[in-house]
């Protein structure tokens, strides 16, 4: 790993062994983007760089005689609007004599061992010994603006971590209208571009589209990162598959509006630029202000989608989890949620705590409903101080002290972002929430957003909760956040500072969060936004887990967790099984096929254990002890997809995990709808050492709804298959005339 600068021609070169990252100076000091894939030894930039004339392109003042250097034409680092470049600009600014032309020249570089920390942002840590970063400054010509661009460079990563800072050195104020986390141009376009869209409940779709000369835009205008679209954004060569080809992809830590552009020029250049979305953002910069954007992290592979994401999953668990649970094996967890909604007292949650805690559960979890007189979603939020003592008479500690004289972790639910109109803290403070002059607050789930851009407002709720998690012995919190924000505007900030509210709010969150978890650091936090809203790596800086989807159907789940797993890791995704019928979408599926797609990530259940019959408490029993014995695999190991239910039939699924000592591998299989004639599913199985032995450990399959004679019930439990067998001639699943069917082998290598 090394960051060299080329003097004579005036080139920087960022690698490891598996990268290259080159840029080059150009004239007076225009930084262009030459390289970035696989480790390069050098590159000669007097051939790899091609000018030619393009009629329609300027250039800059003192190079118009030879017609050939033009911003409009040059692979950039950094551009701008204004002065040559008519593309999608990175940074978009009004000087104080409201103007917007800008043009950054190169000033003087830094090289500097490890990465420091982002100025009130989370980003990701690095041993200084295991990382270089390169700090390039630009000066803008006018004098009123400074421009310092980050990258830094991590052993055996195949990643660049990228962010920038602006400066006001003028003697105004600047109108800042954008300042994204990085620019990627690439001389040609012949990419597709995967992104993860959704909505409640229906999370991180995939969808893979042709790029078009043209714009293309994926964003969130809605407070957070969103159910809509998800911060991340991987450009594709059209062969690319999930094991082989080239990929270049990004994925913000920044938890809040984003967007990312991609641009194909008519010359059939690409640009992405991803950061903050600059729609209805603006910033005011007073002199000597500075502002940084959030740390993008571009990850690079020529081994397809697969390899992409356990990249990012290795950089996720290493260097963006809170170092004290990126390795900490998580509970089997047990949420009162879909079990008794808002309706349980302390008898029936102990009552529910002792029937999972027999089947083995080590967490039990109180959701919503706990303090003021929330008995629905109508009212209370912002209340915490006032405990429903109908429901709860010896208080969070009486119920808390009872679940660990039961043997179990105790875990409780909050929301401290918002405010019920019906709240005492919304009649004592109605200039808490968010709020624009002469307008009525919208609501969504009856609940408005505290104004979390305020300090005062960020205190209280930092003492308050902070209470709360003090006045137990509290073993993990569900923090929640249950709407978009809308009529974003705040009484504390000036009318030309109305612009950065939505930014300041996501600040304000990462101000609590930081506050209240470096507080309580033995509490296991995971973060939800009414599932998925909010899956993004800014937030797993302060909390180390997610709840997925509020849907919690084992066939929409497949989905929702094959395409989280493109970014996030397995220990990183809240998955339970729940009730059938099912709460979201009302289907009945077999209780192993729940287990196996729960068991994916951090394993739990939603629903009272107590309720089921004595046969299927068994069962329970049964998975929990299983996905005892497998967690470190699943939780630590590697994630391998193997079949796609976005693709091929869209009625199957398989994924695998290999544990870290490569001796045991989990295949997970599902089909959704039983066909008629149907071909038998050979998996292929990947990651394994083809000359080793494995031992078929554990092979579960679901049942036939209708009995056929014919169809025996097969157990390949002690089987031995060898590692080129199971990869290279595949393993033939079990057939199952029946919906929602599914397949677990765990296998174990032999000594
Ligand atoms: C959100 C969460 C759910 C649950 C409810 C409680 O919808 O996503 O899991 O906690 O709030 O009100």
């Not at 978009?484 to 969150?509: F, H, M, P």
Request: glycine share 6%; with cysteine.
């Amino acid at each position: 790993m090394n960051i060299i600068f080329d003097q004579e021609q005036q080139v920087f070169h960022l690698y490891n062994n598996k990268i290259s990252y080159i840029m080059k100076l150009f004239h007076d000091g225009y930084l262009s983007h030459l390289y970035y894939g696989s480790k390069l030894d050098q590159i000669n930039s007097n051939v790899c760089v091609y000018f030619t004339e393009r009629e329609g392109a300027p250039q800059p003042d003192g190079l118009q005689d030879a017609r050939l250097f033009s911003l409009d034409t040059l692979l950039q680092e950094y551009p701008s609007y204004g002065c040559g470049d008519f593309r999608i600009p990175a940074i978009e600014a009004r000087l104080a004599n409201g103007t917007s032309a800008l043009d950054f020249r190169y000033k003087s570089h830094q090289i500097i061992k490890g990465k420091e920390a982002l100025d009130n942002l989370p980003s990701s840590h690095v041993d200084n010994d295991k990382a270089l970063t390169l700090a390039i400054r630009m000066q803008e010509v006018a004098g009123e603006l400074e421009l310092t661009l980050y990258y830094t460079i991590i052993e055996d990563e195949s990643l660049i971590l990228r962010h920038s800072v602006i400066k006001n050195i003028g003697n105004a104020p600047v109108r800042l209208g954008q300042l994204a986390s990085f620019c990627l141009d690439f001389y040609d376009c012949d990419f597709e571009r995967i992104h993860l869209h959704g909505a409640h409940a229906n999370e991180r779709n995939i969808q893979r589209s042709k790029l078009n000369v043209g714009i293309d835009v994926i964003s969130s205008a809605r407070g957070a990162s969103s159910h809509q679209h998800n911060p991340f954004v991987a450009l594709v060569r059209p062969d690319c598959t999930e094991h082989n080809g080239e990929v270049y992809a990004a994925s913000l830590v920044w938890s809040g509006n984003f967007s990312a552009q991609v641009e194909v020029s008519s010359f059939e250049n690409t640009r992405l630029v991803m950061g903050i979305n600059s729609f209805d953002f603006e910033y005011k910069l007073d002199v000597n202000e500075s502002f940084t954007s959030p740390e993008a992290v571009l990850v690079y592979s020529n081994q397809g989608l697969n390899d992409m994401s356990n990249t990012f999953h290795h950089f996720v668990r290493e260097h963006i989890l809170p170092k004290k649970w990126a390795k900490t094996l998580r509970p089997v967890l047990v949420n009162s949620w879909e079990a008794a909604y808002f309706n349980f007292t302390q008898e029936s949650i102990v009552r529910f705590a002792k029937d999972a805690i027999k089947l083995g559960a080590e967490l039990i979890v109180l959701d919503d409903g706990w303090f003021g007189h929330r008995d629905d979603d109508t009212t209370s939020l912002g209340d915490w101080d006032i405990l429903n003592s109908k429901k709860l008479p010896n208080g969070i500690k009486g119920l808390c002290d009872e679940i660990h004289s039961l043997g179990a972790k105790f875990g409780l639910w909050v929301e401290p972002e918002m405010i019920s109109p019906d709240s005492n803290l919304f009649r004592n403070h109605p200039d808490w929430a968010l709020a624009v002059p002469n307008h009525k607050r919208s609501q969504q789930r009856n609940q408005y957003v505290l104004d979390l851009s305020r300090k005062d407002v960020r205190d209280y709720i930092v003492d308050v909760i902070c209470k709360v998690l003090a006045s137990a012995d509290i073993d993990y919190v569900k923090w929640d956040m249950n709407r978009n924000l809308t009529e974003i505007g705040s009484v504390l900030l000036d009318s030309d500072r109305q612009g950065e509210v939505a930014t300041r709010y996501v600040l304000g969150v990462y101000d609590i969060m930081h506050r209240i978890t470096s507080r309580f650091p033995n509490i296991l936090f995971e973060s939800c936004a009414g599932g998925g809203r909010r899956f993004d790596l800014g937030l797993l800086c302060y909390m180390p887990q997610v709840w997925t989807s509020d849907n919690t159907d084992a066939v929409c789940r497949q989905a929702i967790q094959y395409g989280t797993s493109l970014v996030y890791p397995p220990i990183t995704m809240g998955s339970h099984v729940s009730a059938v019928p099912n709460h979201q979408v009302g289907r009945s599926t077999p209780m192993l096929t729940r287990f196996i797609c729960a068991m994916s990530g951090n394993f739990g259940y939603e629903m009272d254990l107590g309720k089921l019959g004595e046969a299927e408490q068994a069962e329970v029993k049964e998975h929990i002890a299983l996905y005892k014995q497998l967690r470190e695999t699943i939780q630590l190991g590697k994630f391998i997809r193997l079949i796609s239910p976005f693709e091929n039939t869209k009625n199957e699924t398989a994924w695998s995990f290999i544990s870290l000592d490569t001796n045991t591998v989990v295949l997970m299989y599902f089909k959704n709808t039983s066909k008629p004639a149907p071909n038998l599913r050979r998996v292929y199985l990947k990651g394994l050492d083809a000359s080793a032995k494995y031992k078929v450990y554990k092979h579960l399959a679901t049942k036939q709804v209708a009995y056929n004679d014919f169809l025996k019930a097969r157990n390949l439990e002690g089987e031995i298959l060898s590692g080129s067998e199971l990869m290279y001639a595949g393993l033939t699943m079990d057939r199952i005339d029946a919906d929602y069917s599914s397949v677990l082998v765990v296998l174990h290598k032999q000594a």
